[in-house]
């Protein structure tokens, strides 16, 4: 993968990351509070260190499951760890991180996890 496919990926992650942090605060007077608190200005600019310091146990569990998918991506990225399979070590196919940026497995952890999940039920 080159570095371009990574800067492109890091900037889509970035994107979701201040959408997701936005969306918390359009609806959590608390995390609006805490952000002005912290005289932060742009969204994006929010540490994933401070929310999870502060609040992320009280915040939209839907939103926190999804910014955490992204920090973790964004992380994964800095290692160098970023577009392999956390489960098999396969490389995730560029179009599979395109449509979904913060995928961590590739299509067959993934199916293979989607199987398992309906049989348990
Ligand atoms: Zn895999």
Known sequence: MSEDFYAEMEQLLREQRRE?????ASEDD????????????????IAADDIASKK??????HAARRLQGVEAALTRL??????????????????????????VLCV????????????AW
Request: charged residues 30%.
């Open 20 to 24: 997701i942090l936005e969306s918390i």
């Open 30 to 45: 608390d995390f609006r509070g805490m952000v002005n608190a912290m005289g932060i200005k742009d969204l994006g600019d």
């Open 56 to 61: 992320m146990e009280a915040l939209n569990q």
């Open 78 to 103: 800095k290692n160098g760890r970023y577009g392999v399979c956390v489960q098999c070590g396969a490389k995730i196919p560029e179009e599979r991180l395109r449509a979904i940026p913060s995928a």
């Open 108 to 119: 067959t952890c993934k199916s293979g996890e989607e199987g398992l999940r309906r049989r």
